[in-house]
């Protein structure tokens, strides 16, 4: 029997990489619909929700990755997964923006003493005066 | 011995000073190893990230984010440590940033900020500048789970036409010695070169390419300000490396110092003590 055809597959999220190598066939959670891409199919892309992906690898063993949801892009030699380490809805990041707005809203409410631009930029010279000075300073005593 | 018992504890207080800056220094050693770690492993994803976009943008779909508007609004993402003790990394951020709120204050744009990190927050919450979102705490490996929401924030805004331009501002780790403030212009995506792609083959599209771009930018924004806020921990990390190691030498200089003077004094409370003796077997 001639050689099984492979195709290449990475599997990479935000954090790391998850997988790489390659594969007789892969079946992917896409937002349409489970989907399993052998080698040689056409270009795709197309975006995933939460699920699992199966990896069928060339040894006759199948690896499964979770994946939070993320993107699924399809060449004729290689398949990548760009998977969300974070599961991931529109109403979670809704609750997660809004959070993140109060949190802005709170630290402005006890915002003590205003100061100007300025006033904040002659700050930091002098911060950065104080440590060159430091500096000369340790030079001196070598 | 009068005024040796007081040089003697202030040399244990700064033996113990020095301890502490040691342990810090080995500590941020560690940490910055890890932080590098994590920064090379984020790099497939943005790499890959930056070949898929590079490619829908080459297949003429159009999206807002892309797109170049007027800049009457200005939004930077500051990402600035949570602890101090890292010399002036956290300073020289805060430079850059006041700089480039100038530099678009000057051209009549309206300047809001998104914070990330404590430092930050403490000493920009002080000036007159609208912040849209914070979040601190990150700690020393930040999730991407946690800045989800602070960067949809900023997104949102810039979809609603609230935000025409929108930067990062981070420490950029060139290497262990050296960390320098880095701007980097997130929105609009500037152009992506895409080399190598010759190939004039298109998608098929799983829902409509619209719908997959705007998935695909905001994740890659996501990725970018993850990328920064761990870059930014390893700049940290380097920098109090550094900051702690001349607090130990110093330490150990110092100690130095005193111990000379210690000395000094004990000798001379001796030579004293024996002149008097001396002094007085004389007179007997």
Not at chain 2, 12 to 34: D, E, G, N
Request: charged content about 25%; proline content about 4%; aromatic content about 4%.
């Amino acid at each position: 029997m001639a050689e099984a055809a492979t195709i290449q597959v990475d599997i990479v999220s935000a954090e790391g990489e998850i997988y790489s190598g390659p594969a007789l066939e892969v079946i992917a959670p896409a937002s349409q619909g489970e989907l399993g891409i052998h080698p040689r199919h056409a270009p795709l892309l197309t975006l995933l929700k939460a699920g699992e992906v199966r990896v069928k690898s060339p040894d006759g063993e199948e690896h499964f990755f979770f994946v939070g949801g993320g993107a699924l892009e399809v060449q004729p030699r290689k398949i990548t997964v760009l998977a969300d380490t974070a599961l991931r809805a529109r109403d979670l990041d809704e609750a997660a923006a809004v959070a993140a707005k109060q949190r802005a809203e709170e630290a402005l409410r006890d915002r003590g003493s205003k100061i100007t631009q300025a006033e904040a930029l002659a700050e930091l010279a002098r911060a950065a005066a104080q440590l060159k000075m430091l500096e000369r300073l340790r030079k001196l005593r070598g | 011995m009068p005024g040796t018992k007081e040089i003697r504890t202030k040399i244990a207080s700064v033996k113990s000073t020095q301890k502490i800056t040691k342990a810090m220094q080995m500590v941020a050693t560690s940490k910055m190893r890890r932080a590098q770690e994590r920064m090379r492993l984020a790099r497939p994803y943005a790499l890959k990230m930056r070949n898929v976009i590079g490619h829908l943008t080459q297949a003429q779909v159009r999206h807002p984010f892309l797109e170049p508007r007027e800049p009457k609004a200005v939004g930077i993402i500051m990402i600035s440590t949570d602890r101090g003790l890292a010399g002036g990394l956290n300073a020289n951020v805060f430079k850059q940033t006041l700089l480039l709120t100038r530099e678009w204050q000057g051209k009549g744009a309206q300047v809001s900020l998104c914070l990330i990190g404590t430092k930050g927050l403490n000493f920009f919450r002080r000036l007159d500048l609208p912040i849209m979102a914070n979040v601190t705490g990150l700690g020393d490996r930040p999730h991407i789970n946690d800045l989800i929401g602070t960067v949809k924030v900023m997104l949102d805004a810039y979809r609603e036409g609230k935000l025409d331009r929108l930067f990062l501002v981070n420490a950029q780790f060139v290497n262990t010695m050296t960390q320098k403030p880095d701007v980097q212009q997130l929105l609009p995506v500037e152009p992506m070169d895409t080399e190598g792609l010759q190939e004039h083959w298109d998608y098929i599209y799983e829902p409509e390419a619209e719908a997959i771009l705007d998935g695909l930018l905001m994740r890659y924004i996501e990725s970018q300000v993850y990328r920064g806020a761990v870059e930014n921990v390893a700049s940290e990390m380097a920098a109090r490396m550094i900051a702690m190691g001349a607090a130990s030498d110093n330490a150990g200089k110092l100690i130095g110092e005193l111990q000379l003077i210690y000395n000094k004094a004990r000798q001379a409370a001796i030579t004293k003590e024996l002149s008097e003796i001396v002094g007085g077997a004389a007179a007997v």
